[in-house]
């Protein structure tokens, strides 16, 4: 919620746990987690989202923290990793979205800056997925092909 008379947005957000160590509370052994990364991978669910419904629904603060590994490299373990990064398919999507705002409403020049920026900021996640092969380097983003990725 904003600030009254500042005219700032508060600061208050989720936080991760401080203390370094695995509380108490958690009854999971490290297998079984894997297991139930691996199970909602299966279920199509995104890293973040199987991160959120393992906090919210069986009570796991953190999965670097039981099992020693991330939720990614659990995935890629087991091959169920998707061949476009979450975030990069995120931004993919809203220009997606954007592009269609402006086929119906040429005059918005807000969405056409808005536009130029996320595929900016797509240009750039690209360049630096290139540089640590997360994307093989002959990957191009086309607004053509790409529209076909997401659907």
């Known amino acids: 919620m904003a600030r009254m008379y500042s005219r700032k947005k508060g600061k208050s957000k989720s936080k991760r746990p401080t203390s370094r160590t695995l509380p108490t509370?958690?009854?999971?052994?490290?297998k079984e987690v894997e297991l139930l990364i691996v199970k909602l991978a299966k279920e199509e669910k995104s890293p973040s989202q199987i991160g959120l419904f393992l906090r919210d629904t069986y009570g796991i603060p953190d999965v670097k923290r039981l099992v020693g590994k991330k939720i990614t490299t659990i995935l890629k373990?087991?091959?169920?990793?998707?061949?476009?990064?979450?975030?990069?398919?995120?931004?993919?999507k809203k220009s997606i979205a954007?592009?269609?705002?402006?086929?119906?409403?040429?005059?918005?020049?807000?969405?056409?800056?808005?536009?130029?920026?996320?595929?900016?900021?797509?240009?750039?996640?690209?360049?630096?997925?290139?540089?640590?092969?997360?994307?093989p380097i002959e990957w191009k983003y086309d607004t053509t092909t790409v529209a076909l990725l997401v659907e």
């Open 25 to 30: 509370w958690v009854r999971y052994k490290p």
């Open 77 to 92: 373990e087991h091959n169920l990793l998707q061949k476009i990064p979450e975030d990069l398919m995120a931004l993919i």
């Open 98 to 135: 954007e592009k269609k705002h402006l086929e119906e409403n040429k005059q918005d020049k807000v969405a056409k800056r808005g536009l130029q920026l996320t595929e900016a900021n797509i240009r750039r996640l690209i360049k630096y997925y290139k540089k640590t092969k997360k994307l």
